[in-house]
């Protein structure tokens, strides 16, 4: 029993993150009514990578129904692994534009605290989620290993970037939701790009941030209509740099080639250029179809 | 007639949060002290002040009359002369933004469009660094350019060529653009040769105080003279044309070569065009012998318009030298200003995002200490040329093809 015990506590995020998994896979496949074995298959592998590195990032894709349900795993996904809160303004977004602002909020906050109860049992602060988010982000670099927008502008050690790169993302973002709130944006396409304008513009992040993106654009091609190979390219691209960057963080290479980090950067920044371009496209073209897209 | 479109309360909730994140973000870099602040502009600004009033009759510097008056004029504000310098350069960042959002209107963009570029702008990490953090002010002459570009578009060629006056006024820079007025002059006859001659009174404008404090009429020439001569390289921090065979700073025994390639491929691009031209003027004359009546004038696509200033801009700062990384400002707001009025312009993404990254990189590596190999500056300066010659493929083969087959962009046109 007490090997039982021990085993549960020792495994508990892994445990977790396979049931997020399964409950996220399970909720795309219902909401796209579609069940293609191909992308299932990849969807496995991914998770399984993502089970190897961290577990919660599988949570944040819950964010597209905006319900409570997907709102109690993204505060769970976000416990687990705070780069899934990269989810967090396309979330907000949704459940502002369908009035579910206190019911998903009470939901989020539910989730973030579920996987710290054994913590908090055990003597820890009750702010303990919080502070275990603060302490995940890495706060003496303002990027490091990750597809940082900011490994193109600047030194990591300049930290007093840190707040403008806050301030830039969040115009950046508050740009985005404009667009889409005057349903100039289609819904796809604004979860994919929130997702990646956090990821490449926060500060402080860490190699493994990539793969929160790859799960959310994983979902989205699940259940988008056209640009599917956009998507994919996507993937694809996302995928590959962030295994590069785990790889460069912590496959063991002793010396960090800053020059192909900088090139992978600057791809990443142009594909996400190529898709701000696609999604904003839509505005010129007043196609009420597209604008439907989920 | 435009049509005015109204301004509804999400817009203005939008507007008003981007300006104020806009503002706060330069806030944070207030402190930020360049290398051109401590080693120009703060002395220039401690002589000015010492002078008052009298010091519009000397040279102090190298910038020319109008931004001397400004500093005078900053000299009187209860500022810090880092402060008042960036504040002056931020107010143009938001007089920028308003104005790139106009000419996309101008372009036909939409309305949610030229709201969202109004953001873009603010937010643009090369306008924010040139202002907030380097105390510069290529935002001024910028906007000075996209008045002149939105007048001409509206076919009001004096003010527009009075504006341009004022915009080479306040830095040379704004000569990029010269080309393009002269070969659209060539290419499409649509004003007399002399309305030019606005480009003098405007020129002066702002150089009135000055004079009248005893400079002499020939002094805002004299200071681009001496610009030209007194920092001689083939490139800066740029990544020119020359970035891939010459390190920065050297090499300035080249530089007549440089200027003739300039004025040879600005000469094709004007050859290309104008066989184009000659092509639409034969459909013309073919569609009237058919008993149609002969257009006078064809009409020219304004995108069309905006894509050829792009590229002579982008010709001057590619192939000219001693070109410094915040060179190509205007030509990064004007592609921005695209971006948000192009339709279908997949195809032109990438090497507008080339161009942008490029140029970011250069403003990084010069000021802001970013670590970047000379190996890895080489291969930008490739691939800022490889951009180059796709954006001139797309406008000399696609888009005057396009141009002379009668079917213009529907858009801006």
């Known amino acids: 029993m007490e090997v039982v015990r021990m085993f549960i506590i020792r495994n508990r995020k892994l445990l977790f993150g396979i049931a997020i998994g399964g409950m996220v896979v399970l909720s795309i496949m219902i909401t796209a009514r579609s069940y293609p074995i191909l992308w299932f298959l990849a969807g496995s592998i991914l998770m399984v990578l993502s089970i190897l590195w961290r577990m919660g990032s599988m949570g944040s894709m819950g ?6 349900l997907s709102c109690l795993f993204l505060g769970a996904a976000v416990y687990c692994f705070p780069a899934a809160g990269a989810a967090l303004p396309f979330s907000l977004a949704e459940t502002a534009k369908k009035r579910r602002i206190p019911v998903c909020g009470a939901a989020f906050f539910v989730g973030l605290y579920l996987p710290g109860v054994p913590q908090i049992v055990s003597r820890r602060d009750f702010f303990w989620p919080f502070g275990r988010i603060l302490l995940w982000l890495n706060r003496d670099n303002v990027f490091d290993h990750n597809l940082s927008f900011w490994s193109l502008v600047t030194g990591r050690e300049q930290l007093r970037f840190g707040m403008v790169a806050v301030l830039m993302t969040l115009g950046l973002l508050l740009i985005g939701w404009y667009l889409y709130s005057v349903g100039q944006v289609r819904r796809v396409d604004f979860l994919v790009w929130t997702a990646w304008t956090c990821l490449l513009f926060l500060p402080y992040g860490h190699a493994e941030d990539g793969l929160a993106l790859v799960w959310i654009v994983l979902a989205a091609d699940f ?51 190529v898709f701000t371009y696609k999604g904003i496209e839509h505005s010129w073209k007043k196609d009420k179809e597209s604008t439907e897209g989920m | 007639m435009e049509k005015r479109q109204r301004i509804h309360g ?47 009759g000397v040279q102090v510097g190298d910038y020319n009359l109008p931004y001397q008056t400004f500093i005078l004029m ?216 058919k008993g149609a009546e002969p257009e006078k004038s064809l009409p020219l696509g304004r995108n069309l318009m905006l894509r050829l200033s792009i590229w002579c801009i ?85 888009q005057a093809r396009v141009h002379t087959s009668g079917a213009e962009e529907t858009q801006g046109s």
Not at chain 2, 31 to 55: H, M
Not at chain 2, 335 to 342: D, G, K, Q, R, Y
Not at chain 2, 382 to 395: E, I, P
């Open chain 2, 314 to 398: 982008w010709t001057c700062v590619l192939f000219l030298p001693n070109m410094h990384e915040r060179y190509a400002y205007s030509l990064d707001i004007l592609m921005l200003v695209f971006l948000f009025t192009i339709n279908s312009g997949e195809r032109e993404i990438p090497v507008i995002g080339i161009c942008w990254l490029s140029s970011l990189v250069c403003y990084g590596t010069a000021r802001l200490e970013l670590p970047y190999s000379v190996d890895l500056f080489r291969l930008t300066c490739g691939l800022y040329f490889a951009a180059y010659l796709l954006q001139s493929r797309m406008l000399f083969m696609k």
């Open chain 1, 223 to 273: 259940v988008i209509l056209r640009d599917r190979r956009l998507y994919q390219l996507v993937l694809f691209l996302e995928l590959a740099e962030t295994l590069f960057m785990l790889g460069s963080a912590y496959g063991g290479y002793e010396r960090f080639g800053y020059d192909f980090y900088q090139m992978a950067v600057g791809l990443n920044a142009l594909l996400w250029l």
């Open chain 1, 63 to 68: 964010s597209v129904r905006a319900d409570w």
């Open chain 2, 10 to 56: 999400r817009d203005v909730v939008f507007i008003l949060g981007i300006s104020l994140i806009g503002g706060i973000l330069r806030f944070i870099l207030r402190n930020d002290i360049s290398g051109d602040y401590r080693a120009f502009l703060q002395p220039w600004y401690e002589t000015i002040q010492q002078l008052g009033g009298k010091a519009l």
């Open chain 2, 74 to 289: 900053m000299t009187y504000l209860p500022l810090k002369p880092l402060y008042a310098y960036k504040l002056v350069s931020c107010i143009f960042d938001y007089l920028l933004a308003v104005l790139a959002g106009k000419l996309a209107g101008i372009l036909g963009g939409t309305r949610y469009g030229q709201i969202a570029l109004y953001g873009a702008v603010l937010l643009f990490p090369q306008v924010w660094i040139d202002s907030a953090h380097w105390a510069q002010c290529d935002a001024i002459y910028t906007f000075w350019l996209l008045v002149c570009v939105s007048l001409y578009l509206k076919e009001r060629y004096s003010a527009a060529f009075f504006v341009l006056g004022v915009a080479l006024s306040f830095k040379l820079q704004a000569i990029f653009i010269v080309p393009f007025f002269l070969m659209a002059w060539l290419l499409w006859d649509r004003h007399r040769f002399w309305k030019f001659l606005w480009i003098l009174p405007g020129f002066y404008a702002f150089c009135v105080p000055a004079i009248l404090g005893g400079r002499k009429l020939t002094d805002p020439f004299g200071i681009y003279l001496n610009q030209t001569t007194e920092y001689s390289a083939i490139r800066f921090n740029f990544p020119s044309f020359w970035g891939m065979l010459f390190p920065a700073g050297t090499h300035s025994d080249w530089n007549k070569a440089a200027i003739f390639l300039t004025l040879s491929v600005l000469a094709a691009g004007l050859w290309r065009m104008l066989s184009v031209r000659m092509e639409q003027k034969t459909a013309g004359g073919m569609t009237a012998s």
